[in-house]
């Protein structure tokens, strides 16, 4: 699966090597052909050292290669923020939000739940124009904005002037790619595919929760995860 403005990214969200056919999680490679590792798990967690979770990504998760990590309930209330939902009535002046702005507000709550504070409407609406005409060229499209209507085309930008409006001008992240040798996501927002074959995302925390889903009740099925890395903190 390829995100416009990330790395090429598959069944986990791992940097694909197009020469080898692996994905790299770290410790070891994943090859997706044989739906296994190509090496043994080196803690030995679980009882199957070859296969990804047992066989259950629904349920698990594993960032490294190393063990598998239950994916639990939505913790939203401990952070003490309620990011607006994209069917929100005070979102409704951009066009088509309710239907495709599930990555922009995804994007955008990874700054809010950093913060602990809340984009307000307006800031929202703000955002959406002003992110239309940000440049954000690429050396094969050096013309592209960091947004095309509701299209995240780099998310970088969409994060980075969330944090700016939420008062966190020196807070940098990267969404999909970036993160230090040996950095572990801060974030991870879970991309599914609803029946109507729209891509659907939600947001975790680094333990494996879920912290928000801006289109609750969908049912979807799932793809794979973008990392999210926190560069720098204010």
Known sequence: M????????????KPYDTSTGFYNYGYRDYKPQAARFTTVDPIRDGSNWFSYVNGDPVNY?????????EVRGNT?????????????????????????????????????????????????VDAY????????????KPDQMALTDLLVNHPDYVVNDAFYRLGRPNTTAKVGHGGAPGQ???????????????????????????????YPGLDTSYLGVINVYILRRD
């Open 2 to 13: 390829t995100i416009r403005g990330v790395m090429n990214l598959g069944y986990t969200g």
């Open 61 to 69: 998760i594993d960032l490294w290669g190393l063990a598998a990590a």
């Open 76 to 124: 939203q209330a401990e952070y003490g923020i309620n990011p607006l939902l994209q069917k929100s009535d005070a979102l409704r002046s951009i066009p088509d939000m309710s239907d495709l702005g599930c990555y922009f507000r995804v994007v955008q709550a990874v700054a809010e739940f950093e913060a602990k504070r809340e984009l307000t409407p307006e800031q929202i």
């Open 129 to 140: 124009f002003v992110l239309q005409n940000t440049s954000a060229p690429t050396k094969d």
């Open 184 to 214: 572990q996501p801060d974030y991870i927002i879970h991309v599914s595919r609803t029946r109507t074959g729209r891509d659907h995302y939600t947001l975790y925390d680094n333990e494996g929760n879920l912290i928000y889903d801006p």
